[in-house]
């Protein structure tokens, strides 16, 4: 993926609750089918680097956005942050079965060499991180089904991304620690 189509996805993933919940308040949802159809086109983009964007995201997104159009129902917009926490899910999940692990390809950017203590605290750092990715999906499917917009929003668009950030800087820190004793 190009690195400009990489930084849009990015945006316009980060941005995407706060734009529906604002669109919400001025447009029927099926007019906001847009946005699914601006990620999907951004994805189908990136076919040639990762197929699975094809298996999965693409007839994810069209049937979010075929429900939203049809029932004129804003479910089918707010579902899409759970989908992005199960993928998420499942993509850290596969990397412990298929390893390296997720955080440890991601630690190994670093440390090229990291040593075995390394390679099982990454593990146990993946482990964390699914737990982390199942907890967020759930709260976000809750949130969509009982919640209302504001909630909604303001969980998808700021809680959320405010707790995976406290956990991505609280475990690098640990892992400097960790990878400085394992190195001496």
């Known amino acids: ?7 849009v996805l990015i945006v316009i993933t980060l941005l995407y609750p706060l734009a529906v919940y604002f669109g919400l308040q001025h447009f029927d949802p099926r007019h ?35 429900w939203t159009w049809w029932f004129n129902t804003p479910l089918g917009l707010k579902i899409y942050p759970v989908l992005v926490s199960a993928s998420f899910l499942v993509l850290f999940l596969w990397s412990l079965k298929s390893p390296p692990s997720m955080i440890e390809r991601i630690a190994r950017l670093q440390d090229p060499d990291l040593p075995e203590q390394g390679v099982r605290y990454t593990r146990q750092v993946t482990k964390v991180w699914c737990a982390f990715f199942a907890l967020n999906g759930l709260t976000a499917l809750l949130i969509t089904l009982l919640g209302s917009d504001s909630l909604w929003a303001l969980y998808n668009g700021l809680i959320s991304y405010l707790l995976m ?4 800087a609280g475990e690098w820190l640990v892992r400097q620690r960790v990878m400085k004793n394992a190195h001496e």
Do not use: D, Y
């Open 1 to 7: 993926m190009s690195a400009l189509k990489r930084i």
């Open 32 to 66: 906001l089918v847009l946005l699914l159809i601006a990620i999907a086109i951004i994805r189908l983009s990136t076919l040639e680097k990762s197929p699975l964007n094809h298996w999965f995201w693409i007839p994810l997104l069209s049937l979010l956005g075929i």
């Open 165 to 168: 950030g406290t956990l991505f």
